[in-house]
């Protein structure tokens, strides 16, 4: 039954955009997952063999670029690439909608990175607009697009809970730190609204969720909790799932070092969490986990990071519509 | 009809009246309209008695008549306006004015880091609520309302 479903599934991605987390259905997730897992367990075949995959990478972000970078290779795809505007095109004045009709000619599949909030879904629209001139639709895969979203980001959190939990529903959900300017969080919980889980929101007062997340949260009658102290959570959360305290983000370094180390989770506290607890992180970390957890069976954070390559494999697989 | 509508509507040999306006409202639709600029005669009636809404604006523009974007920037300030068509004294035709749900290059994104405020695009939003008014970006997904909306110029 699984399987014919799965069958019946493929193609989902197909030719589409991958811009925002909330255009995406628990069936689009499950089908990304099984591809995922099916390419770490029998390996990757040289599928996208032919094809050109163009990272655009406006903002350096080394990890995610070299993250698409390595599953494209591993699919046979060559990339062509950049990453910073420094001595390109964009450095003397050129519209990302130029760039992007320009480089559409070039390339079967966009990963664009961008400071800009809504890029990715503009660049979506550039080659959408472009297919109805009579070119072929060139997909476009939203690395990050300022503070907004960073889909794939998600869709790695959730299959590593799923690989270690078996599943998502059910589970206490532990959100820790930076809640306010974290974009990983805000699509995190934008991926959870279609799960069935117990949300724990831990941040100091000056970084809780903003209102339009907690209105999100309250409009799909999500569960949800706001908390101040890990202490206070950390025997009963399922996942602990702990963000930086980004620096850049504070206004004067006063109110930075108000919450700086406020949360830090070590061995000790550790010792207070589930058995079967996951302690996750989107990387990189500061001093939010201290080294010593890293070698606790708990720590699923390196693995979180190496599920980038697989997922992010399987998207641009079935994006391209070779599975 | 009461005596201060007739008499607003009758001064008009052609052009437009746009009726129902909050009150304080009428100023700021006039200069969204451009109406200051130009040659023609303008009346701007504010705190004006209205059955309907107690206190109403009322804006009577002579030889000048709406374009359709121009209705939908009307209705994202005064809902429940409605825009009479004058020709000879007559009301020719009455119009109320509706939000679309899809507000193309009307009202700008409020995120000041959108992609649609900083590179040369039209701005695109989603009617989400009509009243309270709630429109969301269609790129960034920023939401706005009748306190913090943005009008193109
Ligand atoms: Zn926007």
Sequence with gaps: ?323 | MSMEKGLIVRLIENGTVIDHIPPGKGIIIAEMLNLFNQDSVVIIGQNLESTKYGRKDIIKVENRFLKSEEYNKIALIAPNATVNIIENYEIKEKKKVTIPNVIEDVALCINANCISNREPIPSKLYLINRNPLKLVCHYCGYECNEKNIRLKA
């Design chain 1, 1 to 323: 039954m699984i399987c014919r479903w799965v069958f019946i599934a493929e193609g989902r991605l197909k030719g589409r955009d991958l811009v925002s987390i909330k255009d995406l259905t628990r069936e689009d997730f499950e089908q990304i997952f099984h591809i995922a897992e099916k390419m770490k367990k029998e390996g990757y075949s040289k599928n996208l063999k032919d094809k050109i995959i163009g990272l655009l990478f406006y903002e350096p972000s080394t990890r995610t670029r070299l993250s698409f970078d390595a599953a494209a290779r591993l699919l046979g795809a060559e990339t062509i690439w950049f990453a910073g505007v420094e001595g390109t095109s964009v450095m003397k004045g050129e519209t990302l909608k130029d760039t992007i009709e320009t480089v559409a000619n070039y390339v079967d599949l966009i990963v664009l990175r961008h400071p800009c909030d809504g890029a990715a879904r503009w660049a979506a629209d550039v080659t959408t607009n472009r297919m109805k001139r009579g070119h072929k639709k060139v997909p476009v895969i939203n690395a990050g697009d300022g503070k907004n979203e960073h889909p794939t980001q998600t869709i790695l959190d959730l299959f590593t809970i799923k690989e270690r939990k078996g599943r998502i529903d059910g589970l206490c959900i532990a959100i820790i730190g930076d809640l306010k300017y974290g974009r990983t969080v805000h699509s995190l919980i934008y991926a959870l609204s279609l799960y069935d889980c117990d949300i724990i929101l831990v941040a100091p007062e000056a970084l809780q969720i903003p209102e339009h997340i907690e209105e999100f949260m309250k409009r799909k009658n999500m569960r949800y909790e706001k908390r101040s102290k890990l202490e206070e959570i950390i025997s009963i959360a399922d996942i602990l799932y702990v963000t930086r305290i980004q620096k850049e983000r504070f206004p004067d370094e006063n109110e930075y070092n108000k919450v700086k180390g406020i949360f830090r989770l070590n061995k000790e506290l550790l010792s207070k969490a589930k058995s079967d607890a996951c302690i996750m992180h989107p990387l990189p970390r500061v001093d939010e986990i201290s080294t010593d957890v890293d070698s606790d069976y708990r720590a699923c954070y390196f693995e979180q990071a190496a599920n980038g390559i697989p997922i992010r494999a399987a998207i641009m697989s079935l994006i391209l519509g070779m599975i």
